[in-house]
């Protein structure tokens, strides 16, 4: 649904009859808006049309500030003002300093911002402040903490789902200071899309909660002089900023980007601080208090899709519970057999079989924590996966999550403040027929779940695994992403991920970047640089340093990460690494400082491609949005392979020696007793 642009009206037959007299404002504040906008009646219309919106309460105002004012605002922050790159696993933008900072530039810097200095005294005066509290029913809104800054969003630019609950915010605006003299359009992106959401009553208590739909409801596209706003409602107030389009190749048009610039004010309105009208004392902690982000993370496995299924390999075969090791390391029960062999052979290059190849692999995961492998799946059914693949990407998906999981194979997963992408997992055994089975739902059910993969993978790791969890993953571009999590299991596990999207130019390529990057420069405005795809089109999956006890923040204004760029394909692991922020990542690579930024592992979207990952608590792992840039969607099948308790394999180890020195000794009393 897409909510009409919003455009001075008369006032409706119920606000006719209210009173025409102004409100209460300051003359001098007031001539810096729009005339008749602190009428009564206009008033009470606003505050009507925001009482009955859907799917939660939000306002629009079009044509809010004095058309003069504004204009010379865009032009100070085009001609003075310089912004910065940041990109994290939310985010990516060209954003300016704080804004509640201009009291203290000197006076020279601040004689070249008097309109954008006078603009930010108008937006937190006390008249409009009243009125905007008037029209939301927020309550009182602080004058003293001022709290905005200047997004800019260039094609490729996007901001992930979010409900903006951190600590004081009562009201969150957007400003749009878009190009006057040319009309932004609609399918150049970059609106402003609301969420609904879902009650879910826990398993266990039956706590309601709620929880965002994986698909929007209402689309505002920006435009110049528009005011968009609602008040911040933890577990409701669900939004992102749909990614600006890069201009297609063929599309007519002087301008190499189309004129697709979204600049904007950005920023809260809090609730009155200590010494100001209104303020409650304790009020902040109570919010912090109700904050979604609390209330989902002791919730997470009810609320999130999909919902893991381990499965116990001791469950599939009773001899694996306890075997003896040998002396590379690994169990004789995890020697490949030569039925074990002619099994792999039918879907790994034979090259990964062999045992040269395989010592070699174990002696670079000792060193390095991680492998990659280039052309991993044997040349036949590689093809076969191809095929079924591009056959699948040629189709047209249903519009909404809800038709795509009536109408297809595929589950979307959710919630889309965590994750969205298309999925599959293993079917159970009775449904999940030979002559039915997809190339996918062989990985899914055939080779990584196996016993012989199992062992393969122990080989090559030189460590015990226990159980697994596959899933089977597509990426839409212009639509998918997961953001960065931690891992809750202690001892670590294994990661696998085999790539299996069949298009090129992911960034593994660096002339194909340089060439993509050519068609899609822009102009921007002045101090912002680089190009329209910074970080190049997403999809790259990524492992970074985190810290366990800090809270990951969803929000673009509040993060400050430095620039970075695409997706690096080597691999860095180290467990002592420095740990960084969860969503900044690969600030080095941009900066060329060389300093570690924190990425212990990142790979691109490739074909025929496996990635072999140990993965401590507390690393933080996210697959980068995929831009509608891209050249496809990404695929992978994933796996998560639990590791052997090592105090219990060395029981295990040491009840087999003691059996053995037992058998041992009866053998020499029985030979005594013979003599």
Not at 566 to 587: L, Q, V
């Amino acid at each position: 649904m897409k909510r009409p642009r919003e455009e001075d009206r008369e006032p409706s037959p119920l606000t006719q009859q209210a009173d025409n007299k102004r409100i209460k404002s300051d003359h001098d504040t007031e001539a810096d808006f729009r005339e008749h906008l602190f009428d009564a009646a206009v008033q009470s219309q606003y505050a009507e049309e925001y009482r009955t919106s859907q799917p939660y309460k939000h306002g629009v105002i079009s044509n809010l500030i004095n058309p003069a004012l504004l204009r010379s605002v865009r032009s100070e922050i085009q001609t003075s003002l310089s912004f910065t790159p940041k990109e994290t696993d939310i985010y990516k933008i060209h954003q300016s300093g704080d804004l509640a900072n201009l009291d203290g530039l000197d006076d020279s810097s601040l004689a070249q911002l008097p309109s954008l200095l006078r603009l930010r005294n108008a937006l937190y005066s006390p008249s409009f402040r009243e009125y905007l509290a008037s029209v939301t029913g927020s309550g009182p809104l602080s004058g003293r903490k001022t709290d905005m800054a200047i997004n800019v969003y260039t094609p490729g630019c996007h901001l992930i789902c979010h409900d903006d609950v951190i600590g004081s915010r009562r009201v969150s605006y957007i400003l749009y200071l878009t190009d006057p003299g040319k009309p932004w359009q609609a399918k150049w992106g970059g609106a402003l899309r609301l969420y609904p959401t879902n009650i879910v009553k826990g398993i266990d208590d039956g706590q309601e909660l709620k929880t965002p739909s994986s698909d929007f409801s209402v689309s505002i596209p920006p435009a110049f002089n528009q005011l968009s706003f609602f008040a911040v409602q933890p577990g409701e107030s669900f939004h992102d900023v749909e990614e600006v389009y890069a201009r297609d190749q063929n599309e007519p048009g002087e301008d190499v980007d189309g004129g697709r610039i979204r600049m904007a004010i950005s920023g809260w309105y809090h609730i009155p601080q200590d010494g100001e009208e209104g303020y409650e004392d304790g009020l902040e902690e109570r919010l912090a208090e109700k904050s979604s982000l609390v209330q989902l993370q002791g919730k997470a496995d009810e609320l999130d899709f999909p919902k893991s299924q381990p499965r116990n390999y001791a469950d599939q075969d009773p001899a694996n519970k306890a075997s003896s090791k040998t002396d590379k390391g690994v169990t004789e029960e995890e020697e490949l057999s030569e039925q074990d062999l002619d099994f792999l052979i039918k879907y790994i290059a034979p090259t990964y079989l062999t045992p040269d190849t395989l010592e070699e692999l174990s002696e670079l995961f000792a060193d390095e924590s991680c492998l990659r492998l280039e052309t991993f799946l044997c040349s036949k059914f590689a093809e076969k996966i191809r095929k079924y693949i591009e056959a699948e990407a040629s189709k047209t998906l249903p519009g909404s999550g809800a038709e795509i999981e009536k109408e297809t194979s595929w589950r979307v997963a959710r919630p889309p403040h965590k994750h969205r992408f298309l999925y599959q997992q293993p079917r159970d055994e009775g449904t999940a027929e030979q002559d039915a089975r997809t190339p996918l739902q062989e990985l899914l059910e055939d080779l990584l779940p196996s016993q012989p993969f199992r062992k393969w993978l122990s080989i090559a790791t030189s460590l015990g695994i226990e159980s697994c969890n596959i899933l089977g993953r597509r990426f839409r571009k212009g639509s998918d992403y997961t953001l960065a999590t931690g891992m809750e299991v202690d001892g670590g596990r294994l990661e696998v991920t085999l790539g299996v999207t069949p298009t090129t130019g992911w960034g593994d390529d660096d002339d194909q970047l340089e060439d993509r990057e050519r068609k899609t420069e822009v102009e921007k405005p002045n101090g912002i640089t680089g190009d329209a795809v910074e970080g190049g089109v997403g999809g790259y999956e990524v492992y970074m340093a985190g810290d366990d006890d800090e809270e990951e923040e969803a929000d673009a204004a509040e993060d400050d990460p430095p620039a970075s760029a695409g997706g690096s394909g080597a691999a860095k692991t180290s467990p002592k690494k420095a740990k960084a922020d969860p969503a900044i990542y690969k600030s080095s690579s941009a900066t060329g400082d060389g300093e570690d930024d924190g990425v212990l592992f990142s790979m691109p979207a490739g074909w025929n491609r496996l990635s072999i990952v140990l993965r401590d608590r507390g690393v933080l792992k996210f697959v980068k949005y995929v831009s509608r840039s891209a050249p496809g969607d990404r695929w992978d099948v994933v796996g998560e392979f639990g590791l052997k308790d090592e105090e219990e394999d060395d029981d295990i180890d040491e009840g087999s020696e003691v059996e053995e020195v037992g058998e041992e000794e009866e053998a020499d009393q029985g030979d005594e007793d013979e003599e």
